[in-house]
């Protein structure tokens, strides 16, 4: 297989394409593990039989749990982890995320999203109010990987904007949904300037979303909480 993968080293501003060629061993090889594979040659080769450095991506579970393994495969934001490299088309380009900054090859600082939900005040002051009703929603809700892809695709979305994205919304979508009336006034007007007011809802994100998020009807359930203004009675 041609692997095409867009490098960059930590500090520089420029980046290159280089090439390698990649004999899967069966058919459940993932990117991850041909980026494994590769890095664990003793020494690196190109296609052209150049030496190469190894190749920098983020990864943590290994199992579509954590979302650190982001990237962009073939121009779509995918997990490395769950990406099969016999579903994707030859030649296989893999690049980092274009929305935040590059810190060597494949691996992007995404540390903008934890700093959204802390200005989002995403946590409970008071006791969560749960129950069997509220429970499908904070389920959902805390599925989201924190794996950025939805704001890779997202229009609207810019590092230091005031509209935080999908990955803002999902986990913000529990707090709308447990908080008590009191508290819940702060939380709406949060909701309403990061992320209702700045979302176009064409839904790319939920097209995207490695978690399978039902990004929509989380999207009517939040709205519905904080812009109209509906009660869940438990
Ligand atoms: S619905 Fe569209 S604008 Fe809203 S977060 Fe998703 S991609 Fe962005
Ligand atoms: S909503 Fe989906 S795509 Fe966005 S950060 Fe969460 S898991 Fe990733
Ligand atoms: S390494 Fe955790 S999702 Fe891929």
Same mark, same amino acid.
Request: proline fraction near 7%.
């Given at each position: 297989m041609r692997i095409e993968i867009l490098r960059r080293d930590r500090g520089s501003d420029v980046c290159y394409l280089q090439v390698f060629e990649y004999t899967p061993e069966d058919e459940r090889e993932t990117i991850a593990s041909m980026l494994d594979h590769l890095n664990g040659q003793e020494e690196l080769k190109d296609i052209e039989g150049n030496s190469a450095r190894k190749i920098t991506y983020k990864k943590s579970c290994l199992q579509k749990k954590c979302g650190a393994c982001a990237m962009l495969a073939n121009g779509r934001p995918a997990l490395a982890c769950a990406s099969?490299? #016999?579903d994707l088309e030859e030649p296989i380009r893999l690049e980092p995320f274009k929305k935040f900054p590059v810190v060597e090859d494949l691996c992007v600082d995404r540390s903008i999203m934890k700093e959204n939900l802390r200005q989002m005040k995403a946590w409970f002051e008071d006791e969560a109010l749960v129950s069997e009703k509220r429970n499908a929603v904070s389920y959902e809700s805390s599925r989201?990987?924190? #794996?950025g892809c939805c704001l890779e695709v997202?229009?609207?979305?810019?590092?230091?904007?005031s509209f935080f994205g999908m990955a803002g919304a999902m986990p913000f979508s529990r707090i709308l949904n447990e908080m008590n009336k009191e508290e819940l006034k702060e939380a709406r007007k949060t909701y309403n300037t990061r992320v209702f007011e700045g979302c176009g809802k064409s839904l790319s994100c939920r097209d995207v979303c490695p978690a399978k998020i039902k990004i929509g009807d989380m999207l009517v359930n939040s709205n519905a909480i904080a812009v109209w203004k509906r009660y869940i009675k438990d």
């Open positions: 099969k490299l #016999c989201c990987l924190q #794996c997202c229009p609207n979305f810019m590092i230091g904007s």
